[in-house]
């Protein structure tokens, strides 16, 4: 049975599944502000929102169906929809390309990474505070900010024989909100001085690999191969093809600095010429 956080009537409201939608809520909302700011906004980047929740949601699905399939009796596309569970890793990239999809349909050809990224930061730390109330808490620490739960609450959290135990345990999800929050707060610093369109998302991505990877370490996953857990081997070819894509960008000389004319009395109006070639520029 799902921890249930209140009622609405009678109605049980699931304390993950509260979460999930703050942390929609808030991204949007970011989002929002973001194409505001970059006055971008207009009703065409709704439906790319929609591609992206739509294609978040299945890849989050499709990221944890082959665990249902081993377990169900009789598995089914519904039993994948109703009872499979949901993963990050699966959700960004089907988030990502749920958004290409939608500006394909509707002829959108503008970036739009650099208004979801600081969206998609903030949004996963809200919801990481429901996966850190329902799900296994990280592997046993003898550190002093590790955390013990009482065994009622260990009864209900699935997949931990550590939360029995009585022992300290990392908080991984604690761990991983505050990297949300400060990878946010380095987004809206960055922004300004980031001219390569769509660079920002793709920045998240690499940060938010490598940590996830690191984490994992202490996360309490099930150890598959070589020590590592199933989400650090998907991350490995895919932070291998994030780490290509800023290598190629470097080759291109796309992050190196214009150099001034010392005699310069005035600088130069911004323009997608100058955009390209000056990538890095004081707020």
């Not at 990050?88 to 990239?93: K, R, T």
């Not at 013990?148 to 260990?154: F, H």
Request: overall charge positive.
């Amino acid at each position: 049975m799902r921890p249930v956080l209140f009622h609405i009537g009678r109605v049980p409201v699931p304390t993950h599944d509260f979460f999930v939608l703050a942390g929609t809520a808030f991204g949007f909302l970011v989002f929002i502000h973001e194409s505001r700011r970059r006055q971008k906004l207009d009703e065409r980047l709704m439906w790319i929102v929609a591609g992206a929740l739509l294609g978040g949601a299945i890849g989050a699905k499709v990221g944890t169906a082959w665990e249902y399939l081993a377990k169900a009796p009789h598995p089914s596309a519904v039993g994948i929809a109703v009872d499979g569970g949901k993963t990050i890793l699966g959700g960004l990239p089907g988030a990502y390309l749920g958004a290409i999809i939608a500006k394909r349909l509707i002829g959108y050809r503008e970036h739009t990474g650099d208004m979801f990224a600081p969206a998609v930061a903030l949004g996963i730390a809200v919801g990481r505070v429901g996966c850190f109330l329902t799900e296994q808490i990280g592997t046993t620490t003898s550190l002093p900010w590790g955390i013990r739960v009482s065994p009622e609450i260990a009864a209900r959290i699935p997949n931990c024989p550590q939360c029995a135990t009585g022992l300290r345990m990392h908080p991984s999800f604690i761990y991983e909100i505050l990297f949300q929050l400060a990878i946010f707060a380095f987004l809206l610093w960055l922004r300004p001085r980031m001219n390569v369109p769509g660079e920002l998302f793709k920045i998240y991505l690499i940060t938010h690999a490598v940590f996830r990877f690191l984490v994992e370490f202490v996360r309490g996953n099930r150890v598959v191969i070589f020590r590592l857990t199933r989400p650090q081997l998907f991350l490995i070819p895919a932070t291998g093809l994030l780490l290509a894509y800023f290598w190629r960008q470097l080759a291109r000389g796309a992050y190196r600095t214009q150099a001034r004319s010392s005699n310069s009395t005035s600088s130069p109006s911004p323009s997608l010429v100058s955009a390209a070639a000056t990538p890095w520029r004081a707020a």
